[in-house]
Structure formats: C-alpha cells, structure tokens
T-cell receptor, first 115, second 117 residues
Framework: AQKVTQAQTEISVVEKEDVTLDCVYE???????LFWYKQPPSGELVFLIR??????QNEISGRYSWNFQKSTSSFNFTITASQVVDSAVYFC????????????FGKGTRLSVIA | DVKVTQSSRYLVKRTGEKVFLECVQD?????MFWYRQDPGLGLRLIYF???????EKGDIPEGYSVSREKKERFSLILESASTNQTSMYLC????????????????FGPGTRLTVL
C-alpha cells in the first residue's frame, strides 16, 4: 500500500523566515512520482512540482526548493524568505509510475505567513 | 495552459435532490478524477475515469455515480443528496502520454463548494 505522511498540520512563520514542509512516503513500487501542490484560500489546487523516483537531484525554482532523499523516503519542500502570498495549504502526493493508479495525497500542511 | 473548469463555484441543494457536478478539461487528457475535500480528512478520491465510458471506484464511491460520455467531460452525480455530502468537490485531469513532465500530473479545477440543507 502507498502512504504519504505530512506530520506538520499547521505551521506559522513570520514573513522573510525560511520554512520547510516535511513529506514522508511509503511505497512498494520501485518507480514512482512525487508531487507538491499548493491550495491557496481560493480553493484550487495548483501544481508545483513533479519528481521521478530515479532522479534524486534537488530542485530550486526561485524561492522554492525541494529535497528528495530516497534513503529516508522523504521529499521536503523549503520556502526561502517566505511571503504572505505563500500562505496556503500544501499537499504532498505519490503515484506509482505504471498503470492507472490514482494519486495518494498527504493530509496537507497549512502554512500561515504573518506580516 | 491546462484548463479544468467546473460548472459552479458554489451550490446549495436540498436533501433528496439529484445533483450534477460538471467538469470539463480542454487538454485532451485521458484521465479524469473526482475528489471531495473535508477538514481533517484531506482529499479523498470518489471516482476516476481513464477513458470515455470507463469508470473506476475510488475510496468513497458510496452515494455517488459518474458519467463520461465525452473525453473532455466528467460528471459527478449525487442521486439523492444528503447533508453528509456537504463538501468541497474537486475535479482533476491528467494525461497518460505527452511530454515527460506532463504524464500523470493531475491538474485541478477551481472546486465546487456544495452545501446540502
């Protein structure tokens, strides 16, 4: 069975602080995808990133960076110099690479960035 | 840009009514999904479809049905709405082919907040 755990239910930071959102996953698949989505107060889930299990390179996109460590089954997300607009619920998700299997989502982490 | 649209952002219905939630995507995606989202429970998959006229049950299909007559449209039907179906409903679509960064990435619509009184 597949499982995604986001242990942090809610995080609150002051603007300009760095913040890391944790994601730990379980899967028996040898090849899989990992995702992060952002859900702002408007409600729509916005796709942020997809990583393949065979590519452990970390990725940086502006103030966002992702750290994928297969050895610890983790795919953590760091926001540098957080801004109020980063306030949202963030979801980590997992999908086996083969077959029509659905995404497995974590329960999400609510991030509040205070000005 | 991928675009997934849902027929209503907010909907209020009465117990026992038949409710249709419509979802349309414009990217020729093969797969389409319906989720509901409730506080503390995260996103739960109701049904998904990987082709026209095909459907698969998700984690919580009870009380719901779906219809996919055309590739771009996936409808969620509440045959007889009940108060415990008050929720946020999210539709998504994904491709099984295309660029390496696109395959299997789900794109979501804006959601429908359904209230059943």
């Amino acid at each position: 069975a597949q499982k995604v755990t986001q242990a942090q239910t809610e995080i609150s930071v002051v603007e300009k602080e760095d913040v890391t959102l944790d994601c730990v996953y379980e899967t028996r698949d040898t090849t899989y995808y990992l995702f992060w989505y952002k859900q702002p107060p408007s409600g729509e889930l916005v796709f942020l990133i997809r990583r393949n299990s065979f590519d452990e390179q970390n990725e940086i996109s502006g103030r966002y960076s992702w750290n994928f460590q297969k050895s610890t089954s983790s795919f953590n997300f760091t926001i540098t110099a957080s801004q109020v607009v980063d306030s949202a619920v963030y979801f980590c998700a997992l999908k086996g690479m083969w077959g029509n299997t659905p995404l497995v989502f974590g329960k999400g982490t609510r991030l509040s960035v205070i000005a | 840009d991928v675009k997934v649209t849902q027929s209503s952002r907010y909907l209020v219905k009465r117990t026992g009514e038949k409710v249709f939630l419509e979802c349309v995507q414009d990217m020729d995606h093969e797969n389409m999904f319906w989720y509901r989202q409730d506080p503390g429970l995260g996103l739960r998959l109701i049904y998904f479809s990987y082709d026209v006229k095909m459907k698969e049950k998700g984690d919580i299909p009870e009380g719901y049905s779906v219809s996919r007559e055309k590739k771009e449209r996936f409808s969620l039907i509440l045959e007889s709405a009940s108060t415990n179906q008050t929720s946020m409903y999210l539709c998504a679509s994904s491709s099984i082919s295309g660029s390496s960064t696109e395959t299997d990435t789900q794109y979501f619509g804006p959601g429908t907040r359904l209230t059943v009184l």
